[in-house]
């Protein structure tokens, strides 16, 4: 016997109104399930929810595909003049990482944080602090601008017009992950529009054409289509217990350390086992550190995800675990300074300080003696009314949330 959402709700509001509240299991969503926000968003605002492919809808096996876009990029950069010594070079997945800076003049790999300093600097494999700025072999000069130009054209030639496409798909158990909870239904049947080649940020734009596309063959349909259209950081490991020798080992060291004595304690032991630690937890996300921060400071990339992303999550699967009426609300972010819990007296009266309160103390006008007071002095000394707006005395409006839209009026 299947119960309606009516009767649900009837039998909710039945329930006594002093029922244990540990009666009611409150329901929480995994991490691996939840979707994080950043900016507040309500669900049923949005008219249309749109799915990238690549690395969303097809979240791709690495290193084994990432091996492949490397192999076929080499190939390519052989194929337009540059050395054949190329091809023996290996995919090393542990070194690179998503959000990195080249530096064109110097040929460095930079890991920055949203400010532009220098969290690590790489050139070529190896770490360090400054480096040449370029390469020189005989007469042939080739500056890093000019090689990473021709890497890149080379990674855009394979993906547009090279072979990865048609690899990826003759082999799709080895370079793309298998959601394991989904069901056996067409794919096809999951979206209202399917869109390939939409080649963005153009298609944002001025748009390119519209043609169908034959999926037996995977070719294009000639002509333009003018129909309707068709339904169709967490760290984890062993890690952690080296984190909890380490809190053992402050608190012994702690207990010795008298705030009242005048020598200075010796706390590189401490500071040495610190940086071990922070190392070791970059390690952990490979050669280049973790994706989001190095040690305790955000990297340029984590800055990106939380300026332009209002949610994020592991998986667009994710956002099943929601219903559509949903309201992600963000967390509230203090400033430093609203964060302090004691706050020094301010002397609202002494207006040169910065500190000050602008707030005015308030005058009765009701006081039927002040306003009797009032009309008996001589028009000479009365100062004209309404100088000043009067301090509001009650509520005047509700502040607005994050996420409200002033809705307007259709005539």
């Known amino acids: 016997m299947t119960t309606s959402w009516s009767d649900r709700l009837q039998n909710a509001a039945d329930m006594p109104a002093n029922m244990d509240k540990h009666a009611l299991k409150k329901y929480r ?14 669900m049923e605002k949005i008219k249309c929810f749109g799915f990238d492919m690549d690395y969303t809808l ?6 084994e595909y990432e091996s492949l876009g490397f192999e076929l990029t080499v190939e390519r950069l ?7 010594e190329l091809l023996s070079f290996a995919y090393d997945s542990t070194f690179p990482t998503r959000g990195l800076v080249f530096d064109t003049l110097y040929g460095n790999l930079l890991k920055v944080d949203a400010y532009g300093n220098l969290l690590v600097c790489a050139h070529g494999f190896n770490f360090i602090r400054g ?3 370029g390469f020189k072999d005989g007469d042939l000069f080739m500056s890093y601008r000019s090689m990473f130009q021709d890497v890149r054209d080379a990674v855009d030639w394979v993906h547009y017009k090279g072979s990865l496409k048609e690899k990826t798909v003759e082999n799709l158990e080895k370079y793309v992950v298998k959601d394991p909870g989904s069901s056996h239904r067409p794919w096809q049947s999951y ?4 869109l390939v080649d939409a080649r963005k940020p153009l298609f944002f734009g001025e748009g390119t054409v519209l043609r169908q596309v034959d999926t037996k063959t995977g070719k294009l349909k000639i002509g ?20 909890q020798s380490l809190d053992i080992f402050l608190a012994e060291l702690y207990k010795h350390l008298d705030s009242s004595s005048n020598e200075r304690p010796d ?10 630690v922070t190392h070791d937890m970059d390690m952990c996300y490979g050669m280049m550190g973790s994706l989001f921060r190095s040690g305790s400071r955000q990297t340029l990339f984590a800055s990106q995800v939380m300026r332009y992303a209002d949610l994020y999550a592991a998986s667009f699967i994710n956002l099943l675990y929601y219903p559509f009426s949903y309201l992600f609300r963000a967390a509230h972010v203090l400033m430093p300074h609203e964060s302090t819990v004691e706050h020094t007296h301010v002397d609202i009266n002494e207006m040169e300080s910065p500190l000050a309160t602008r707030n005015r103390t308030s005058v009765d006008f009701k006081d039927t003696d002040y306003k009797r007071h009032q009309l008996t002095r001589s028009i000479s000394e009365i100062k004209p009314p309404n100088l000043f707006p009067l301090a509001p005395q009650e ?10 839209e002033e809705e307007e009026e259709e005539e």
Request: glycine share 6%; with cysteine; aromatic share 10%.
């Open 29 to 42: 969503r995994e991490a691996y399930h939840r979707v994080f926000v950043n900016r507040s968003l309500a």
């Open 58 to 63: 097809a979240v791709y096996k690495s290193p």
């Open 78 to 84: 052989v194929s337009i003049g540059y050395p054949q």
């Open 131 to 133: 480096c040449e700025t």
């Open 191 to 194: 979206f209202d529009l399917i």
């Open 224 to 243: 333009t289509y003018t129909g309707p259209l068709q339904h169709g950081i967490v760290y984890s490991g062993a890690l952690f217990e080296e984190l």
């Open 267 to 276: 706390i590189s032991s401490i500071q040495r086992r610190i940086k071990k």
């Open 395 to 404: 509520i005047t409006h509700c502040h607005d949330e994050d996420d409200d």
